[in-house]
């Protein structure tokens, strides 16, 4: 069952950030939270994750709150490539169970 | 590095008729997975391999046996199609990373349309 709830779709305008929040209000302490993005009908793409502390890497920063039943994808400066499906997943050891996730529209 | 490599691209079926998906990866991963995703819809995981040797039901397995034959490779059977089975099928391998966390490769997919 998916663990998350994520808004159905949001645009964002070119050059601004994008900030994509997700619920998981159910998380237990050992699971991870993961963000991955599907551009068109690709196969999905890892973008990023993290367990307590907010994370940063070269696509994207994750933060997530101290009680972790919610974090947030920020992508710092949106383009239109980054249109996209993007899935906030809840787990643990090497199984996944993705949501219907949030469509991202980035706006000329 | 091809990656996780899915063959073929598209299929179609008539109901009844069966096929095999075949998976590869290049990756030297140890656990390899099946989804569908159903048109608007998220991923499913329907089997998965956590090692060679290994196989184990996901969410969603009715209708599907696996196979995994050797490290590279996992492969997906449907033995008597049914038009429920009108999907997109993605494999895909994974990577431990540090802790208990793991990063999922994906191929292409493979549509199939069964009537």
């Known amino acids: 069952d998916a663990k998350t709830t994520q808004p159905p779709s949001m645009d964002c305008a070119e050059g601004r950030a994008a900030n994509l929040p997700c619920n998981h209000s159910t998380i237990s302490g050992n699971e991870y939270v993961y963000w991955y993005r599907q551009i068109h009908s690709q196969g999905p793409q890892y973008i990023i994750h993290g367990l307590k502390n907010n994370e940063t890497n070269e696509m994207a920063s994750l933060i997530i709150t101290e009680d972790r039943k919610s974090s947030t994808l920020i992508l710092p400066h949106a383009t239109l490539r980054d249109t996209a499906v993007y899935y906030c997943?809840?787990?643990?050891?090497?199984?996944?169970?993705f949501g219907t996730g949030t469509s991202l529209t980035v706006i000329p | 590095n091809a990656g996780v490599t899915q063959t073929p691209k598209f299929q179609v079926l008539k109901t009844g008729q069966s096929m095999t998906l075949q998976c590869a990866q290049d990756?030297?991963?140890?656990?390899m997975y099946w989804y569908r995703q159903d048109p608007g819809m998220g991923l499913r995981l329907i089997y998965y391999?956590?090692?060679?040797?290994?196989?184990d039901k996901g969410e969603v397995p009715n209708g599907y046996n696996v196979s995994r034959l050797n490290k590279r490779e996992f492969s997906l059977r449907l033995e008597s199609a049914a038009p429920s089975q009108t999907s997109v099928y993605f494999c895909a391998s994974s990577l431990r990373l540090a802790g208990d966390a793991y990063e999922q490769y994906f191929g292409p997919g493979t549509r199939l349309t069964v009537t």
């Open positions: 997943i809840v787990g643990v050891s090497n199984q996944f169970y």
């Open positions: 391999s956590a090692s060679e040797g290994t196989t």
């Open positions: 990756m030297n991963h140890n656990s």
